[in-house]
C-alpha cells in the first residue's frame, strides 16, 4: 500500500532523493545555470550563498520548492516541502547547494523541460532559471516549444539573468507564460537576489524568519528581533565603508544626515548617502557585517572609523553591544551603544545619528 503524501514526503526529505511536488499554489522549481561562464566573476559562488541563505533560513512556510542544477543536463532534482523543514533538513540542503560547481556548457531548454517535469501534470507552478543568459546547446529543446508547454500545464516561467544581456528566445519564452525577467549586474548584492526570489514566490517582498526552536515560522516576538530583521534600511555605499579615507572626490563622509558640508585638513566631510538617520540597517554585500576589530583611523570613507568592541550574536538573538571609533593611534578613541540581531543569515543593526568625522564600517 502506498504511503499517505504526506508521509512519503517527509521520507524523502531526510535522505534528500529526488521526487515530484504536490502542485499545491505556491510551488516553485529554481533551476541553476552550473555551466562554466558561472564561473566567472564567481557568479555561481554567490548565486549559491543566495540560495542556501533564502531556502534554508528565509523561504516562506506555505507550498514547495524544487531545486536542480543544469548545464548539458540536469544532474541533481530536490524537493522540499517548506511547512516540514527542520534543523536536520536545513543543514542538508545547504550541503546539496554547496555541491553544485561550474562545469561545461548550457541548456536552457532542458532545464525547463526538466523543470516542468518535477511541477508534474496540468496542476501550474512556476519555474525560476537562474543564469547567465547564454544559449550554448545546439540539441535544445526550443524556447517556443518550453513556452507552450508552460502554458498548456498552467505553468509560469521567471529569470533572473546574472550579468550578461538575456538571450531573446528565453526572455520572449517567459514573457509568453506570463513571466518576468529579472537582469542582475555581476557585482549584484545577495540582498537584491533575495527579493526577486521573494517576488516570484509570493508576489511580494516580505521576507519571513524561520524560527528553529519552534515547529513553524512567524514574526518571532522577541524585542529588536521581528522589528530589525523584517523592516531595514540598507548601507550600501559600500565601496567606500570598506576601503580609505576619501571617495574618488576627495570626500569624507559621516553618519550623519543633517551633517553641514565642511572641510577639515583639506578633506570635504559630507553625509553619507545612504544614512536615513537612527535606526535598523543592514549592509548590502554577501555576509556584511561591522569588523570586531579596529581599523584604524582614515578608514571606511570617514576619520574615525567604527567597529564592534565584542562579538556578533548567533541563533536568532539580539545583543547590544559598544560600537568604538578608532583613529590611527587609539582603537577606540569615543564609543557609541547599538544592538544587534542575528536574522539566521545576515545581520541587522540598530545605529545612532553619528557626529562629524565618525562612520560605521563594513568589513
Given at each position: ?139 535544445d529543446i526550443s524556447m517556443d516549444e518550453i513556452a507552450n508547454r508552460a502554458i ?108 553641514v558640508i565642511m572641510k577639515t585638513n583639506d578633506v570635504d566631510f559630507h553625509p ?92
Amino acid at each position: 500500500t502506498e504511503a499517505p503524501a504526506q508521509m512519503r514526503i517527509s521520507w524523502i526529505l531526510c535522505i534528500l532523493l529526488p521526487l515530484g511536488l504536490e502542485n499545491v499554489e505556491g510551488t516553485l522549481v529554481i533551476a541553476v545555470d552550473k555551466s562554466g561562464s558561472m564561473a566567472d566573476d564567481n557568479k555561481l559562488t554567490k548565486v549559491k550563498e543566495v540560495l542556501k541563505n533564502w531556502l534554508v533560513h528565509t523561504a516562506p512556510q506555505d507550498g514547495e520548492v524544487g531545486l536542480l542544477a543544469f548545464n548539458e543536463s540536469t544532474h541533481s532534482q530536490y524537493g522540499f516541502d517548506l511547512s516540514k523543514l527542520h534543523t536536520l533538513n536545513r543543514t542538508e540542503i545547504a550541503k546539496q547547494i554547496d555541491k553544485i560547481e561550474a562545469l561545461g556548457g548550457t541548456c536552457y531548454g532542458k532545464a525547463m523541460f526538466d523543470a516542468e517535469g518535477l511541477l508534474g501534470g496540468e496542476s501550474g507552478g512556476k519555474i525560476l532559471v537562474i543564469g547567465d543568459g547564454k544559449l550554448e546547446c545546439t540539441d535544445d529543446i526550443s524556447m517556443d516549444e518550453i513556452a507552450n508547454r508552460a502554458i498548456k500545464n498552467k505553468q509560469t516561467i521567471y529569470t533572473i539573468n546574472v550579468g550578461n544581456e538575456l538571450d531573446k528566445a528565453i526572455e520572449n519564452a517567459s514573457r509568453k507564460t506570463g513571466g518576468i525577467n529579472f537582469k542582475l549586474d555581476i557585482d549584484f548584492s545577495a540582498f537584491e537576489m533575495e527579493e526577486q526570489i521573494n517576488e516570484v514566490f509570493e508576489g511580494g517582498k516580505t521576507i519571513h524568519i524561520y524560527d528553529e526552536n519552534s515547529d513553524d515560522r512567524s514574526s518571532r516576538s522577541v524585542q529588536g528581533q521581528s522589528e530589525g530583521c523584517k523592516k531595514y534600511e540598507l548601507l550600501n555605499h559600500f565601496r567606500y565603508r570598506k576601503s580609505g579615507n576619501a571617495d574618488d572626490l576627495g570626500r569624507s563622509y559621516c553618519d550623519n544626515q543633517h551633517q553641514v558640508i565642511m572641510k577639515t585638513n583639506d578633506v570635504d566631510f559630507h553625509p553619507s548617502p545612504d544614512w536615513k538617520g537612527e535606526g535598523w540597517y543592514r549592509f548590502d554585500t554577501f555576509n556584511g557585517r561591522m569588523p570586531e576589530n579596529a581599523p584604524g583611523g582614515d578608514k571606511c570613507g570617514t576619520s574615525l572609523a567604527g567597529w564592534v568592541k565584542g562579538s556578533h550574536p548567533s541563533n536568532g538573538a539580539t545583543k547590544d553591544v559598544e560600537i568604538c571609533f578608532s583613529d590611527d593611534s587609539i582603537d577606540c578613541i569615543t564609543s557609541v551603544t547599538a544592538k544587534i540581531s542575528e536574522c539566521y543569515g545576515y545581520y541587522v543593526y540598530y545605529l545612532k545619528e553619528l557626529t562629524c568625522m565618525q562612520r560605521y564600517c563594513v568589513e
